[in-house]
């Protein structure tokens, strides 16, 4: 069964960074899609950016394009979501997904594999 542990949310002031961390077991990443949502309080579940492997071809959702980076370290196992010039309204708790084969970031009922999320706070 796999499992999905993020880590590195935090609090930060307007314009700082944070790197998110999703941790799987080894090999996971070779065949499932690996995505990251996050979900403010009285708001939907958002689709953030998406990791699809063999190839690693990303997606990013238009609030976070030129700004968040995903990609994958092969040599710690994780997915990883660099966040920079963080805005106010990033925050929000984030989560970790995983689909097994193709995802997309509209469709969240599609991840079957969450992690337990983690809350980042960027204040003005």
């Known amino acids: 069964q796999v499992q999905l542990v993020e880590s590195g949310g935090g609090s930060v002031q307007a314009g700082g960074s944070l790197r998110l961390s999703c941790a799987a077991s080894?090999?996971?990443?070779?065949?499932?899609?690996v995505a990251w949502f996050r979900q403010a309080p009285g708001k939907e579940r958002e689709g953030v950016a998406r990791?699809?492997?063999?190839?690693?071809?990303?997606d990013y959702a238009d609030s976070v394009k030129g700004r968040f980076t995903i990609s994958q370290d092969n040599d710690k196992n994780t997915v990883d979501l660099q966040m920079n010039s963080l805005k106010p309204e990033d925050t929000a708790v984030y989560y970790c997904?995983?689909?097994?084969?193709?995802?997309?970031?509209?469709?969240?009922?599609?991840?079957?594999?969450w992690g337990q999320g983690t809350q980042v706070t960027v204040s003005s």
């Open positions: 997904a995983a689909s097994f084969g193709i995802c997309h970031l509209q469709y969240p009922a599609t991840f079957t594999i």
């Open positions: 080894p090999g996971t990443y070779y065949q499932w899609c």
């Open positions: 990791f699809q492997p063999p190839g690693g071809s990303t």
